[in-house]
């Protein structure tokens, strides 16, 4: 009997590896984004942006981690540029501004934590 399936959390399997990075893909020009666990306290978010995209300065009302999972991403948290590429995580504070630029492409895994 297999117990391979959905978790109850959304789209990630339980009880299965999953290569994070294969479960979303570039599409040229734009950012795509797939939830794949979102629960009160927490969201876990994968995206993978095109060469160019970014995500204009904004906030967020609780802290994040951005870990990269293919490529390389310039963050600016706070006025600060922070390039992380694969295999860096950088944790994002509750309420500072923060943007996104992706000047080649990149996966990330983003986990809000509420």
Known sequence: MSSKKKSDSGEFPSAEAVKLSDMVSYQD????SRTIVKKESSTLTLFAFDAGQSLSEHTAPFQAFVQVL???????????????DKGKTVLMPAD????VHAHERFKMLLIMIR
Do not use: F, Q, R
């Not at 020009?29 to 795509?32: L, P, T």
């Not at 500072?96 to 943007?99: E, L, M, R, V």
């Open 70 to 84: 293919d490529g390389k991403v310039e963050l600016i948290i706070g006025g600060e540029h922070i390039v992380a």
């Open 96 to 99: 500072i501004p923060h943007a």
């Open 29 to 32: 020009g734009s950012i795509v």
